[in-house]
């Protein structure tokens, strides 16, 4: 199993690499990533390139018996680079370019950067074209992290016109799709669409829906590019991956399409960062690791594993005794089969002073290494643990466009995409019942229960995949809003075929912003966010409102769909009820829930349990499967 550290000896003098390697050896490490943003390293002038140095690293990491991840560089461009061609750098919305200094400010349309891409990306590969000890490449570094997923340049408006033109192929079509007969804004030529820029009120929903997928295939395209050249040169027992960042909802990029190049997804896994006060909740970091699994259905690696504090300008939470550990051990259960930590010596120049090592700037081996030590013996001696299948009987779908689609009107102030997902995800990590989250694109007959947060965009063929789910005896559990969009980010017109499926109809509904709550008449449990105000049809209320005006409607409903069920949950529920409805529908598809203690997880791996005990107590459990 690939266990190690991210090391970057380049910035360290050279007589501190032998003792070093040493104790990457000695810490349980067999593997180091090196690379990712050492262009300037490797060409300091233009096409002058010098690997000599990582040849020398390289030869020595073989010495001691380690295995290297290499990333390419081009996360980071050499100065020379952007004062050649100020035009590679992003704009940001106002029109200014960023200034060269951080890093990922490239933009991806840009034909010089491309360009430049595919000389530095092959030389490297061709350079090292016979080097055994190089198991995988790793392409780039988080692409779209840190709002390195929109661009404004001259460049980007051009090739959004004619992303727009291939895709509508004459205006007609696009004033159509967007409704541009709405405020005037008809379009007689692509030349004359615009940017999602500053604008008084805000844009069109299509245009913005449209301007998310354009910037999500220039990240896919550019990420093509250069998984293209590794694939023409890697050897046999090379694999190529990329890490790919927590947060994805939040960005305009699409991973299932990378991810579908890759030999194996990677993922850089922080549970907390920067500022924040307290780490993600172990549900919401168990849901980002199901999502990774889920790009590929298959495990994936973690090239970058907290260990210690981080952040730039303003660091958070102190990772407690053993945490980074903890969390390194849940996502091996959830799939994880290879992991580096981050990073072998916190550096004490330049923008990272704050990211903490396993090492320090004292240099002293500490607690951290002594985890890391003992997180690796653990995993060596537990090795087929990790192997063994995870079987999920129920999935939680996405869909990027529906998610874009929020992200141009979030209806309500106090609506979070990733928090509805976690919402509906909670009930099943509290219940111990594994999940796999995936693309709507996905097949997902083999499973039981199939669950869709606001899943506000639905296509007519999601719409009959589901219909023939439930009708082999799936569970549907649709969350608040579903169904009421198009593909085009229009709303329905007519009666509302996802209603109509769940047994529904909505007449009305309410934004319920922040702080704001209204009471059920059942149960004690309140719904905040939003409120669907729903009428039932062949449809059994489960609850209804409780304030003046609206007993009527009910709150979620239920539907007998042929051998199968359809849920609508017309709000956003506080956790016990959903609990209660997530234990219901695990009993209706006689689905086994393990019922430990708050903050306890329990994974099945083959005949193995892998109990993860995020509570700063001891607790005494005995799950049974
Ligand atoms: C990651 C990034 C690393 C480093 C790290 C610091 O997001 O890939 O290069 O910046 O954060 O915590």
Redo the contacts with the bound molecule.
């Keep these: 199993m690939i266990l190690g550290v991210d090391y970057y000896p380049e910035h360290w003098p050279m007589r501190m690499m032998d003792e070093d390697i040493k104790r990457i050896v000695g810490l349980g490490a067999n593997t180091v990533r090196i690379g990712e943003f050492a262009w300037h390293m490797m060409e300091k002038e233009e096409g002058k390139y010098d690997f000599s140095f990582f040849d020398g690293v390289i030869e020595k990491l073989k010495t001691h018996g380690l295995k290297v991840i290499f990333g390419t560089p081009t996360a980071t461009f050499p100065a020379w680079l952007s004062k050649k061609h100020p035009d590679i750098l992003a704009m940001d919305i106002t029109g200014k370019r960023h200034a060269f200094g951080g890093r990922r400010q490239y933009c991806y349309n840009a034909p010089v950067y491309r360009q430049k891409t595919r000389e530095i990306v092959t030389a490297l590969l061709k350079h090292y074209e016979n080097e055994p000890a190089i198991i995988a490449w790793q392409i780039d ?2 692409l779209g ?1 840190e709002g390195s997923d929109q661009c404004f340049c001259p460049t980007c408006e051009s090739s959004f016109q004619a992303f727009l033109m291939h895709k509508y192929h004459v205006i007609e079509n696009l004033n159509e799709a967007y409704g541009t007969i709405f405020w005037g804004q008809t379009y007689n030529d692509f030349s004359e669409i615009p940017m999602p820029t500053a604008t008084i009120t805000c844009h069109n929903p299509t245009l913005l829906l449209d301007w998310a997928r354009f910037r999500s295939e220039s990240i896919n395209t550019y990420a093509a590019l250069q998984v293209e050249i590794v694939e023409q040169f890697k050897q046999a027992h090379q694999s190529v991956t990329h ?1 790919l ?1 927590g947060g994805f909802f939040d960005r305009a990029y699409d991973q299932n399409i990378l991810a579908e190049k890759l030999d194996v997804v990677s993922y ?1 896994n ?1 549970p907390v ?1 920067g500022g924040l006060e307290a780490p993600l909740s172990p549900a919401h970091i168990a849901m980002t690791l199901d999502y990774i699994r889920g790009l590929k259905q298959k495990n994936f690696w973690i090239v ?1 594993e ?1 260990m210690g504090a ?1 952040g730039h300008t303003v660091i958070g939470y102190l990772p407690r005794p053993n945490q980074g550990k903890l969390w390194a051990m849940q996502a091996m259960a959830r799939g994880c089969e290879a992991l580096l930590f ?1 990073r072998w010596r916190g550096m004490t120049r330049g923008a ?1 002073q704050f ?1 903490q090592g396993i090492l320090d700037a004292d240099n002293q081996e500490n607690d951290k290494f002594r985890e890391v030590a003992s997180f690796f013996r653990e995993v060596k001696e537990n090795e087929s643990v990790f192997y063994e299948p995870i079987k999920a009987e129920v999935a939680i779908l996405y869909d990027y466009d529906n998610r874009w689609s929020w992200a141009a009107q979030p209806q309500s102030h106090a609506f979070n995409f990733t928090d509805e997902f976690v919402r509906l995800y909670e009930g099943f990590h509290r219940l111990n019942v594994m999940t796999d989250v995936l693309s709507v694109e996905k097949d997902f007959s083999p499973y039981k229960i199939i669950v869709l947060p606001v899943m506000q965009v639905v296509s007519e063929s999601l719409l009959e995949r589901l219909d023939a789910f439930a009708a082999n005896g799936g569970t549907v559990i649709f969350g608040f809003r579903s169904g009421i969009k198009d593909k085009d980010n229009n709303l329905n017109l007519g009666i509302n075929k996802t209603h109509d499926f769940c047994g529904i109809e909505i007449t009305n509904y309410e934004s319920l912003g922040h702080g704001i709550q209204v009471e059920l008449l059942e149960v004690p449990e309140k719904v905040s966010i939003w409120r669907d105000l729903i009428t039932p049809k062949n449809a059994k209320a489960l609850y209804h409102y409780k304030d003046t005006y609206y007993t009527a409607y009910a709150a979620a409903t239920v539907k007998h769909h042929h051998n199968g069920k359809v849920y609508y949950l017309g709000g956003g529920f506080e956790q016990a009820l959903i609990l209660e409805l997530t234990k219901r529908v695990c009993k209706e598809q006689g689905l086994i829930c393990i019922d430990t203690p708050e903050g306890v997880e329990s994974i099945k791996r083959g005949d193995h349990i892998i109990v993860v005990n995020h509570n700063t107590f001891e607790v005494q459990i005995n799950p049974i499967y």
Excluded: A, G, I, S
Aim: proline share 0%; with cysteine.
């Design positions: 570094n988080e992290h890490n960042f850089d922080y960062w970058e907290l981080q981050f990272e990211c």
